[in-house]
C-alpha cells in the first residue's frame, strides 16, 4: 500500500502529532496547558466542523476543569471503550499520574500526547525539556520520542499502533516548543495509511474488555499483602513485549511510508570510539555533527533513543557500535541528590548487565551530563565540547553543557566559533514585539515557502511567557536540503527590526552575516534615518557591508486604516528583498494567507490588509551608507547607575539578551528575587505616550485610577517646593479649597507608557475649542528623553502624599497614593492591572499575595523584572505563586501562618510583661488596626519593641523578635483568573472560602484562559467562542458570586472598574475590613475578547448597562444587623445583550460562521440574563433573614 507520492505540507510539531491523534481516537479529554494547547485547539475546531476520524465519526472533544479532570475522563472512557486520548504537558502531566498508573496498570490502550516542558522548580518555565515525563516513568506507560516535526507526525501513529496491539499506554512526547511549535515542511499521512496501520480486530478487543453490564465483572479492587506483590508482577510478559511489537509497527509504517524507525537507531562513523545517546529534538543536531566530525576523520556516533520505556536493553547493545571506547548520556532533565539522571542510570545498568552477561566484551567508560533544560540552547558547538569531553584523558562526568557553572564547576567548555556548513541555507531573523504579528506573519511565510517552492523551510519563534508586549524573535531558514538544525541562528542573511526602539539595546546586526540584508521599520525616511541610527548600528553596516532598507510601517498602517498592524507589511517588504518567490506571486500567496487567518475578524480587515499590501512596496527604500560612522552616541547605555548591583548586573545582562552567559554563582538558589526592578528597565515599547493638559484638568483622578501600568502619578504638595524644578515640570493649583499655597502635579513615565489610551478614554473633559482634544491625550513620544528623565527624577524627589492626608474613599484621593504595582509586562490597556494597582496603593504595605498561575503571575512574576515594588520605608506586598491548581490552599496557608503567629506573639508577650511593661504590651495586644493612622502607631510600637527585646538575652525575647513583625495586620489575598478560580482551582477555592479565615479573593475575570491563549473556563458566557469553544458556549455562565452568597459569612462583590470605579473602591476596602473570607469578581477586558483594547473600559459599562455584569455587593456585617446583606449597585438594563456582546469578535465570529446558531445562543443568553437580573433584584429587596445567619 505505498504510495509513491507523498503529500508535502508545512506545520508545526503540535498540528503533526494531532492530526494522527484526531484520526485514531473516539474521544479527547483535554485541558489547557502551554505548549500543549494547540493540539487541544485543533481537535476542538475539528470536531466543532464535523471532521470525521478514520472510521467516519467525529470524535467527541470535552474541556475539563483540569488534567487531573481530564485524565479521570480519560480513564472512565477507556474503561467503557472508547479510544481516548489527551494533550498535556509539565505539571500538567503531574497532575494525571494517579490516573496513569491505573490505565497502565489496568493493560489499556491508550496515547497520552505530551509537548514535553519543564517542572516548577525554584520558578516556573513554560519552555521544554524532559523533567515531566521523566516524573512519569515509573506509571507503567511506555515512553516514545519524537525527535522532529515529522517524527511527531509519524510517532503518533506508531505509538497509537502499538499501544493497541501491546495493551500498554503510551505517552508520545516530543520538545515543548523546540518541536511542539517548530514549523516545517513534512511527508503528510493520509487517512488511508493511517487506516492500513490500525487494525480493527484490536479496536474491537480493546471494546470487548470495556466494563458492560450485559457482560459484568469488576475491575479496581482493593487488595491486601498476600496477593498485591503478585498481581503487579502479572504484567512482565506485556512489557518484555514492547520493544518487538513496536519494531513490527515500525517496518508496517515504513512499508506503508518508506520512513525507517528503529527503538534505537544509530547514525555516524560504523568504527565510531565516541558515541552520545540522546532523545528528543538534541538527536538531529548530535547526529548532524556526529557526521560532520566523522566526515573530518573523527570516530564519533550518536544513539538516538526513541522508546525510552520500557527500556530497549537489548536493542541498544546490538546497534551500538563494537568499536565505542566512550559513551556520554545526555539527560534534557535534573534529578537533584540522585547518583544520576534516569537514563545515563538506564544505559549504565544496560551496559553492566551485558557485559556481566556475556553479551559484551568490555565495559566502555559511561559519563552523564544534563543540557537543554527549558529549552536551553543545545547547538553543533556544545555537541563537539561532549565529544571533547569523550576524548579527555579523564572525561567530565556529571557534566553540564550549555551554561556556565562557576559553583559545582560542572560545564563543559565550548568553542563558540564552531559551525556546521550552513552554505546551503538562506537564514533571517526578524525582531518584533509581542501580539504585533510579527510571528504570525513569519508562519505564514514559512507556509507559503514551503508549499509554493521546492525548498525545505524551518521556522523557530522565540518570545518569553508575557501574552503581549515583549520581544520576538523569528527564526527562518530555507534550503534545497531537509532543515535538521534545532538550535537558533547565529549567522543571518537577511534581519527585519519591526521597532526603531530595539536598535538602542538590541546588538541585533551582530548575528548579521558579510553583505546581510537589514529592513528596518523606521519613522525616519532614508534620507534621515542614517542619522537616528546609534553607533554600534552604524560602524556593524559600515563594517559588514550590509544593505539598508527603510520603511515607515506604522504610517502605511495608519493610512490604510491598519491601526498600528504592521505585520503583513513588513512580511511583504521582506518578500520583496529576499528573492525568494518572484513578487507577484508572493503578494498573491500573502494575500491568500491574510484571508485565511483575518476572515474571522470581518472582510473589512481582510480587504485593510490587503490595501496596505498593495501600498508597501512605494513606500520602500535603500539607504544609501556613507563610508564613516556619524552617529556622536553608542545609544543605550543600559541600566541606570543608581540600580542595586544585582539588577545592575544579573538583571541588566537578561534584558540585554545575554541570560545564557550569566554563570551559576550569580543567581539565588532558592528562588528568591528582589522586587521593584521593573523601574529599571524602561521598555519604550510605545512611539506614542500619554501627555497632561493642566489647564484642562480638573484633578478627577480617573485617568490615574484605570492606568493598567501606572504610569500616570499624582501628588500634591507646597509651591514653594517647586524652586528648582527642571524647565517644563507641570503643574497646577489644586482643585480643592483651603489649600491656597498648594501645587498639583500629574506626571506621565513616558519611557512605561504602552499607549494604551484609557486615559484619554476616560478622562471627562473636553476642550471647548477642539473637540478631540481632553485634559490627557496621546502624542508623539518625545526624541530628547533626557529632560523627561529630569522632570520624573524631579517629582520622585516630591513629598510622597502620605495615607492619613487623604480621603482613599474615593477614585479622586486614591491617586495620591504610590501604587506598589507598576511597569508590568501586561498588555496595553490590560483590563485586570488596574485592580490590582489599586490594591496596592489601598494596602500595599501590609500586603501578602498568593498569585494563582496565569496571566496575573506572569506579568507579576516573570523575569527579568518584577512589578510588586515597596515604599521609601522598604514595606511593600510580599508576593509568591504555587502552582495553578493549589491557589487558594496556598494562600488559605499564608493566612494559618500569620495568625498562628500572631497568637504566639500574644503569647511571648503575656509571658514578657514584667520585662516590657503591662502598658505597652497592652497596647500592642489590643489597639484597633482599623485605619491608617492606627496601622502607623502600631507601627511605631513594634519599633519600640524590637528596640527593647534587643536589650533582653532570654529565649523568650529571641522567639518574640522572630514573629514581632506580625503584630502589623497583615492582609491577605487570594489573587488569580477564572481559569483558577471557576475551574482548576474551584474546589480549593470552595474550601479556603467554607473555612471562615479572613482570606481575601480578587478574581480577574477575563471569561477565558487568557495566558495559554484564550480558551473556554466556566466563566465563559453563553453564545461567545473561544478556545475550546470553536462552535460557541451553549451552557451559561458559573455564577460563583451566587455560590459563595449561599454561605451566609462571605463577603461578596462584582466589581467592573470602568462602569463604576467607585463602587469597585468600595468593594475592595469592605473586602479587606471584613473579618472573614471575602470574594471580589472583577470584570476584566482582554484581548481575548477580540476588541480594540482602548475601548475596554466603554465595553465595560456596556456590560453592566445590558444587565449581562451586574454590580452587587453581599456584606454580612449588614446581616448581622438585621439589614439586607444584599446591595445591587447597578441601575435596571437600559440595552440588549447583543448592543454589549457585538461590539466583540468573541460573540461576532459565530454570526459570520454559524449565523442562525448564533442568534439561537444570543436568544438563550438574553434569557440567562434576564433570569439573573430578575433574581438579583428580588435578592435586593428580601429581608434580613431571607439570608443565612452569620455566627
Not at 556619524?630 to 545582562?653: D, H, L, N
Not at 528575587?673 to 529599571?680: F, I, L, V
Not at 524631579?794 to 511597569?823: A, I
Not at 503569647?907 to 516590657?916: E, I, S
Request: aromatic residues 8%; glycine residues 8%.
Amino acid at each position: 500500500m505505498r504510495s509513491d507520492k507523498q503529500q508535502v505540507v508545512t506545520l508545526d510539531g503540535n498540528e503533526a502529532a494531532v492530526f494522527v491523534a484526531y484520526r485514531v481516537n473516539e474521544v479527547c479529554a483535554i485541558y489547557p496547558i502551554t505548549p500543549s494547547s494547540a493540539m487541544a485547539e485543533f481537535a476542538d475546531e475539528w470536531s466543532a466542523k464535523d471532521i470525521k476520524n478514520i472510521w467516519g465519526n467525529t470524535p467527541e472533544v470535552i474541556e475539563m476543569q483540569s488534567e487531573g479532570g481530564a485524565a479521570g475522563t480519560v480513564h472512565g472512557a477507556l474503561q467503557t471503550g472508547s479510544l481516548t486520548t489527551t494533550f498535556t504537558a509539565s505539571q500538567g502531566l503531574m497532575l494525571m499520574l494517579p490516573n496513569m498508573y491505573k490505565i497502565a496498570g489496568e493493560l489499556t490502550a491508550a496515547v497520552f500526547h505530551v509537548a514535553a516542558r519543564s517542572l516548577a522548580a525554584q520558578g516556573l518555565s513554560i519552555f521544554g525539556d524532559h523533567q515531566d515525563v521523566m516524573a512519569a516513568r515509573t506509571t507503567g506507560f511506555a515512553l516514545l520520542a519524537a525527535s522532529s516535526v515529522q517524527e511527531a507526525h509519524d510517532m503518533a501513529l506508531i505509538a497509537q499502533a502499538t499501544t493497541l496491539r501491546a495493551r500498554v499506554p503510551f505517552i508520545h512526547f516530543f520538545d515543548g516548543f523546540r518541536t511542539s511549535h517548530e514549523v516545517n515542511k513534512i511527508d503528510f499521512l493520509s487517512d488511508e495509511q493511517i487506516r492500513a496501520m490500525i487494525d480493527d480486530d484490536l479496536v474491537f478487543g480493546h471494546r470487548r474488555r470495556a466494563l458492560n453490564p450485559d457482560n459484568p465483572f469488576i475491575r479496581g479492587t482493593a487488595q491486601n499483602p498476600d496477593v498485591y506483590f503478585q498481581g503487579r508482577e502479572t504484567v512482565n510478559p506485556y512489557y518484555d513485549a514492547v520493544p518487538s511489537i513496536l519494531k513490527e509497527e515500525m517496518r508496517k509504517f515504513a512499508e506503508l511510508t518508506g520512513r525507517e524507525y528503529a527503538p534505537v537507531t544509530y547514525f555516524g562513523a560504523p568504527d565510531a570510539e565516541r558515541v552520545i545517546v540522546v532523545m528528543g529534538s538534541g538527536v538531529e543536531t548530535a547526529a548532524e555533527t556526529a557526521a560532520f566530525l566523522a566526515e573530518n576523520g573523527e570516530k564519533t556516533g550518536v544513539l538516538q533513543i526513541t522508546l525510552y520505556r520500557p527500556f530497549p536493553a537489548e536493542d541498544f547493545v546490538s546497534t551500538l557500535p563494537a568499536t565505542v571506547k566512550s559513551i556520554a548520556v545526555l539527560d534534557r532533565t535534573k534529578e537533584p541528590g540522585a547518583s544520576g539522571e534516569p537514563m545515563y542510570q538506564d544505559v549504565m545498568i544496560t551496559l553492566m548487565e551485558a557485559v556481566s552477561g556475556g553479551r559484551m566484551a568490555a565495559m566502555p567508560l559511561i559519563v552523564g551530563g544534563r543540557y537543554g533544560l527549558s529549552s536551553k540552547e543545545f547547538t553543533p558547538a556544545m555537541v563537539k565540547a561532549v565529544f571533547d569531553n569523550l576524548a579527555a584523558d579523564s572525561p567530565k562526568n556529571h557534566f553540564t553543557v550549555g551554561i556556565i557553572d562557576d559553583v559545582g564547576n560542572t560545564s563543559l567548555d565550548v568553542d563558540s566559533n564552531f559551525t556546521l556548513d550552513e552554505s546551503d541555507w538562506t537564514q533571517a531573523l526578524f525582531y518584533g514585539l509581542g501580539a504585533d504579528g510579527t510571528v504570525g506573519a513569519n508562519k505564514n511565510s514559512i507556509k507559503i515557502i514551503g508549499e509554493n517552492t521546492e525548498l525545505s523551510a524551518q521556522g523557530y519563534f522565540v518570545y518569553d511567557s508575557k501574552k503581549s508586549g515583549a520581544k520576538t524573535v523569528s527564526h527562518l531558514r530555507f534550503g534545497k536540503k531537509p532543515i535538521k538544525a534545532p538550535y537558533l541562528i547565529t549567522s543571518a542573511d537577511f534581519i527585519a527590526c519591526h521597532q526603531f526602539n530595539f536598535l538602542e539595546r538590541e546588538e541585533m546586526l551582530s548575528l548579521a552575516k558579510p553583505g546581510a540584508t537589514f529592513l528596518l521599520n523606521s519613522p525616519f525616511g532614508p534620507d534621515d534615518v542614517w542619522d537616528e541610527l546609534p553607533l554600534t548600528v552604524q560602524q556593524a553596516i559600515i563594517e559588514k557591508g550590509i544593505k539598508l532598507h527603510v520603511i515607515d510601517a506604522a504610517d502605511v498602517a495608519q493610512k490604510t486604516g491598519m491601526a498600528g498592524r504592521i505585520n503583513t507589511i513588513m512580511q511583504t517588504c521582506f518578500f520583496a528583498l529576499s528573492g525568494v518567490l518572484p513578487p507577484d506571486e508572493a503578494i498573491a500567496q500573502i494575500k491568500k494567507a491574510i484571508e485565511k487567518t483575518y476572515l474571522k475578524k470581518g472582510r473589512s480587515v481582510v480587504e485593510k490588509n490587503y490595501v496596505a499590501v498593495d501600498q508597501t512596496l512605494e513606500n520602500l527604500f535603500s539607504v544609501s551608507i556613507p563610508e564613516t560612522a556619524t552617529a556622536a552616541a553608542a545609544g543605550y547605555s543600559g541600566i541606570s547607575s543608581k540600580a542595586p548591583e544585582f539588577v545592575r548586573t544579573v538583571t541588566q545582562a537578561m534584558i540585554s539578551g545575554l541570560g545564557d552567559s550569566i554563570p551559576v554563582s550569580a543567581f539565588p538558589a532558592d528562588g528568591t528575587y528582589p522586587s521593584g526592578t521593573s523601574k529599571w528597565e524602561k521598555r519604550n515599547v510605545s512611539s506614542r505616550v500619554a501627555v497632561w493638559e493642566p489647564e484642562l484638568c480638573i484633578q478627577c483622578g480617573n485617568c490615574s485610577f484605570v492606568c493598567p501600568h501606572s504610569v500616570i502619578r499624582s501628588k500634591f504638595f507646597h509651591k514653594d517646593q517647586l524652586e528648582n524644578a527642571p524647565d517644563g515640570f507641570k503643574s497646577a493649583p489644586i482643585n480643592a479649597r483651603g489649600f491656597p499655597e498648594t501645587k498639583y502635579s500629574l506626571q506621565v513615565y513616558l519611557e512605561d507608557c504602552t499607549g494604551c489610551n484609557l486615559c484619554y478614554e476616560v478622562c471627562p473633559v473636553d476642550d471647548r475649542g477642539n473637540g478631540d482634544r481632553r485634559a490627557i491625550n496621546l502624542d508623539d513620544k518625545p526624541a530628547a528623553l533626557d529632560p523627561e528623565r529630569d522632570k520624573i527624577e524631579f517629582f520622585e524627589g516630591l513629598p510622597q502624599n502620605e495615607k492619613p492626608e487623604v480621603d482613599f474613599s474615593t477614585v479622586h484621593g486614591v491617586q495620591f497614593l504610590e501604587p506598589l504595582f507598576e511597569f508590568s509586562g501586561a498588555c496595553a490597556g490590560c483590563g485586570e492591572t488596574p485592580y490590582i494597582k489599586v490594591l496596592t496603593q489601598l494596602y500595599g504595605d501590609r500586603l501578602l499575595v498568593a498569585n494563582a498561575t496565569g496571566c496575573s503571575s506572569i506579568y507579576g512574576g516573570n523575569l527579568p523584572t518584577t512589578p510588586w515594588t515597596c515604599n521609601s520605608a522598604g514595606q511593600g506586598p510580599a508576593w509568591s505563586n504555587s502552582l495553578f491548581e493549589d491557589n487558594a490552599e496556598f494562600g488559605l496557608g499564608m493566612r494559618l501562618t500569620t495568625d498562628k503567629q500572631l497568637e504566639t506573639a500574644h503569647q511571648l508577650l503575656d509571658r514578657m510583661r514584667p520585662q516590657l511593661g503591662d502598658a505597652l504590651v497592652d497596647e500592642l495586644v489590643n489597639a484597633p488596626q482599623h485605619l491608617e493612622s492606627q496601622i502607623k502607631e502600631q507601627r511605631r510600637r513594634v519599633v519600640e519593641l524590637k528596640s527593647k527585646l534587643e536589650q533582653i538575652d532570654s529565649s523568650d525575647a529571641r522567639h518574640l523578635s522572630s514573629v514581632v513583625d506580625q503584630l502589623v495586620h497583615r492582609s491577605v489575598w487570594l489573587i488569580g483568573g477564572d481559569g483558577w478560580a471557576y475551574d482548576i482551582g474551584a474546589g480549593g477555592l470552595d474550601h479556603a472560602l467554607a473555612s471562615g479565615r479572613n482570606v481575601n479573593v480578587l478574581v480577574l475575570d477575563t471569561e477565558v484562559y487568557s495566558n495559554t491563549g484564550g480558551q473556554m473556563s466556566k466563566a465563559t458566557p453563553t453564545a461567545a467562542s473561544a478556545k475550546f469553544a470553536a462552535a460557541g458556549k451553549r451552557v451559561g455562565k458559573k455564577d460563583l458570586a451566587l455560590q459563595a452568597i449561599s454561605y451566609g459569612n462571605i463577603y461578596v462583590a462584582q466589581v467592573a472598574m470602568g462602569a463604576n470605579p467607585q463602587q469597585t473602591l468600595l468593594a475592595l476596602r469592605e473586602a479587606e475590613a471584613y473579618d472573614g473570607p471575602s470574594l471580589v469578581l472583577a470584570y476584566s477586558h482582554c484581548i481575548a475578547h477580540g476588541i480594540d483594547m482602548e475601548k475596554g473600559l466603554n465595553q465595560q459599562k456596556l456590560a453592566v448597562a445590558s444587565g449581562y455584569w451586574p454590580l452587587i455587593r453581599y456584606n454580612p456585617v449588614l446581616r448581622k444587623k438585621g439589614q439586607n446583606p444584599f446591595v445591587l449597585d447597578s441601575p435596571k438594563p437600559v440595552i440588549s445583550l447583543r448592543d454589549y456582546a457585538y461590539n466583540e469578535l468573541r460573540y461576532k465570529v459565530l454570526t459570520q460562521t454559524a449565523p442562525q446558531e448564533a442568534e439561537r445562543l444570543m436568544v438563550l443568553a438574553q434569557e440567562i440574563v434576564d433570569l439573573r437580573w430578575k433574581t438579583y433584584e428580588e435578592m435586593a429587596g428580601f429581608g434580613a433573614s431571607s439570608f443565612q445567619p452569620v455566627y
